[in-house]
């Protein structure tokens, strides 16, 4: 077994470089896990993939506890888990400091640019996902039904999008299993419906608590639940400054769900920030740290196979239906022209993220100059 400091500096070090979201941070932890270090063999490895995909809220966070948690233990899986997740919180959040704390016209003009292409980043998230699961499906009807909720509810429905995926997971469940199980899943379903009281800190861990626990398919399946609640309901940020924490999610390391702390600092400062980073990844590190040694048994568990077989097109359709209200945001027809470029830069020129979104926000830092 690694020490703890060994824990610390590995997966430290994917926190620090792991741009790119969830292929990149799967990708370096396979490399040192089972490639360099042997600590996991390869078949475990994909199985905990798959489990983490069962499991609500940021999937390569989950994955990366887990693995801390399977070679050192519950103190592994903090230190690890951490490690992970600080670095990126860190840049994020001193980047929202910046972008949200009256900044000059340039860095507002570099958040225009990258603000801009994100609804391409969201389409081309989405186009990523679509052929592993659309080659799992048992029903092609059902499949295009589920994809086209998720759609629209992320387009149209803002915080009911949560509702809408634990619909389809339930539907599904109806569909291949007898109505007894519908018990197993129906609290779920009525607390993703749920309201909290007044204040802005409860507003914002109950925004939090979400995206952590019950939202499936994490990363832009989460914006239009956040955009909802921080720029039509309470109002704690614009919906222009609501791009630009969506692009920081992207462009800082670790998981793009650091988007939230964004949201947190517009809401309540550093406090804010920081409570809403917590509540959202605490879910993560109890699911590890209470159910680790039951994954197998989720994994093989014909129910939640079930339940994500809805849940998940339901996930990508609104990963999809998020770059509406996304591009709804847009002001100035240079920033549609930047959205248009971004889509070719993704889709045909197959540049990765991280380099579009500087590339607009380079532009719009040009734009932004020259006017």
């Given at each position: 077994m690694p020490g703890l400091l060994t824990v610390l500096r590995s997966w430290g070090r994917i926190g620090c470089l792991g741009f790119g979201g969830p292929p990149a941070h799967i990708r370096l932890l396979r490399e040192l896990c089972v490639d360099r270090e042997g600590w996991i063999d390869a078949e475990e490895f994909e199985d905990a993939i798959a489990t983490c995909n069962l499991l609500p809220g940021p999937s390569s966070t989950q994955l990366a506890i887990f693995t801390?948690?399977?070679?050192?233990?519950?103190?592994?899986?903090?230190?690890?888990?951490?490690?992970?997740?600080?670095?990126?919180?860190?840049?994020?959040?001193?980047?929202?400091?910046?972008?949200?704390?009256?900044?000059?016209?340039?860095?507002?003009?570099?958040?225009?640019?990258?603000?801009?292409?994100?609804?391409?980043?969201?389409?081309?998230?989405g186009w990523g996902l679509t052929p592993a699961s659309w080659g799992r499906r048992e029903s092609t009807a059902r499949w295009a039904v589920y994809a086209a909720a998720g759609a629209a509810a992320a387009a149209l429905l803002g915080?009911?999008?949560?509702?809408?995926?634990?619909?389809?997971?339930?539907?599904?469940?109806?569909?291949?299993?007898?109505?007894?199980?519908?018990?197993?899943?129906?609290?779920?379903?009525?607390?993703g419906g749920g309201t909290v009281g007044a204040g802005a800190l409860l507003s914002l861990a109950w925004t939090s608590f979400k995206v952590g626990a019950l939202s499936y398919g994490g990363g832009f399946v989460i914006i239009p639940l956040m955009q909802a609640d921080a720029v039509a309901e309470h109002h704690w940020m614009s919906g222009s400054q609501f791009l630009n924490a969506v692009a920081l999610g992207q462009v800082t390391p670790g998981p793009v769900v650091h988007t939230v702390a964004v949201v947190g600092y517009a809401a309540a400062g550093l406090v804010g920030g920081l409570l809403a980073a917590v509540v959202a990844f605490g879910p993560s590190f109890a699911f590890v740290l209470l159910g680790g040694r039951h994954f197998d048994r989720l994994r093989a568990d014909r129910?939640?196979?079930?339940?994500?077989?809805?849940?998940?097109?339901?996930?990508?359709?609104?990963?999809?239906?998020?770059?509406?209200?996304?591009?709804?945001?847009?002001?100035?027809?240079?920033?549609?022209a930047v959205l248009a470029g971004a889509a070719v830069a993704l889709f045909v020129l197959r540049r990765g993220v991280?380099?579009?979104?500087?590339?607009?926000?380079?532009v719009g830092t040009a734009v932004a100059l020259a006017s």
């Open positions: 801390a948690w399977r070679v050192r233990g519950p103190a592994g899986a903090v230190v690890g888990g951490l490690a992970f997740i600080v670095p990126g919180l860190v840049a994020i959040l001193a980047l929202a400091a910046l972008f949200l704390g009256g900044p000059p016209d340039w860095v507002l003009g570099a958040g225009a640019g990258a603000g801009a292409a994100v609804a391409a980043v969201a389409v081309h998230a915080p009911w999008v949560v509702v809408v995926l634990l619909a389809c997971g339930l539907v599904e469940l109806i569909v291949r299993h007898p109505a007894r199980d519908l018990s197993a899943v129906l609290p779920l379903a009525v607390a129910r939640a196979q079930a339940f994500l077989a809805g849940a998940g097109p339901a996930a990508i359709g609104a990963i999809y239906g998020s770059a509406v209200p996304l591009a709804r945001e847009l002001t100035d027809a240079w920033q549609y991280v380099a579009v979104l500087v590339t607009a926000a380079v």
